[in-house]
């Protein structure tokens, strides 16, 4: 199973910018499709973003024109990059991994890593 780690979170004002990042040990990289997750205090987890394992993304409509994401087979890494930052975007983002094709539904996903805090203030 392969183990992810996140990292790049940190607090920010509305309107700025954060990339974070998604590092894969344990699997083969490359035959995974890798999502983003976010989870606001109070609130269920929630989809952010999908990448399969042929490059297609999907993204949810509340971050759709602000954030990207992307892959580093090479690297074994997964990036989301977040722009235009609003207060509402403040979460735990967790990245996940599934073999191949992307999902947005939490349990569709069979890897965790422990999440970055993210904080945007206005």
């Known amino acids: 199973q392969v183990q992810l780690v996140e990292s790049g979170g940190g607090l920010v004002q509305a309107g700025g910018s954060l990339r974070l990042s998604c590092a894969a040990s344990?699997?083969?990289?490359?035959?995974?499709?890798m999502g983003w997750f976010r989870q606001a205090p109070g609130k269920e987890r929630q989809f952010v973003a999908g990448?399969?394992?042929?490059?297609?993304?999907a993204y949810a409509d509340s971050v759709k024109g602000r954030c990207t994401i992307s892959r580093d087979n090479a690297k074994n890494t997964v990036y989301l990059q977040m722009n235009n930052l609003k207060p509402e975007d403040t979460a735990v983002y967790y990245c996940a991994a599934r073999l191949r094709y992307i999902a947005l539904r939490e349990a569709d996903f069979g890897s965790w890593g422990q999440g970055t805090q993210v904080i945007v203030s206005s």
């Open positions: 990448i399969g394992w042929t490059g297609g993304t």
């Open positions: 344990g699997g083969t990289f490359s035959s995974y499709a």
